[in-house]
């Protein structure tokens, strides 16, 4: 079955970097689009970004953009998330996730209700 580990999470200061990883099993990974999405406290889960299969067509919302880069290793079936200048409200549990599709209109359209256990991004200001 599907599973996904990420990893990668952790408490940094405002204007620091992270990078999370994304193991991914169970799938077609080096032909399936991918993304990450984030859940702020009190908030819903969130797409923020995506990837098609081969990694030439990216995706980010407008809260990200310029600052988070999304990249896969199709070897090592492994999703990543490069987050630069991070801010407060980039804190939440960030998870990834099969797509039918990379854009605009089809980030947030997993191909499963499967969520993995996520990793914890904590920004101090």
């Known amino acids: 079955q599907v599973q996904m580990v990420e990893s990668g999470g952790d408490l940094v200061q405002a204007g620091g970097s992270l990078k999370l990883s994304c193991l991914a099993s169970?799938?077609?990974?080096?032909?399936?689009?991918m993304g990450w999405f984030r859940q702020a406290p009190g908030k819903e889960r969130e797409a923020i970004s995506c990837?098609?299969?081969?990694?030439?067509?990216?995706v980010y919302v407008d809260s990200v953009k310029g600052r988070f880069t999304i990249s896969r290793d199709n070897v090592k079936n492994t999703l990543f998330l490069q987050m630069n200048d991070l801010k407060p409200e980039d804190t939440g549990m960030y998870y990834c996730?099969?797509?039918?599709?990379?854009?605009?209109?089809?980030?947030?359209?997993?191909?499963?209700?499967?969520w993995g256990q996520g990793t914890q991004v904590t920004v101090s200001s």
């Open positions: 996730a099969s797509l039918w599709a990379c854009s605009e209109s089809m980030m947030s359209t997993r191909r499963s209700n499967y």
């Open positions: 169970g799938l077609s990974f080096d032909v399936t689009a």
């Open positions: 990837i098609n299969w081969n990694g030439d067509a990216t």
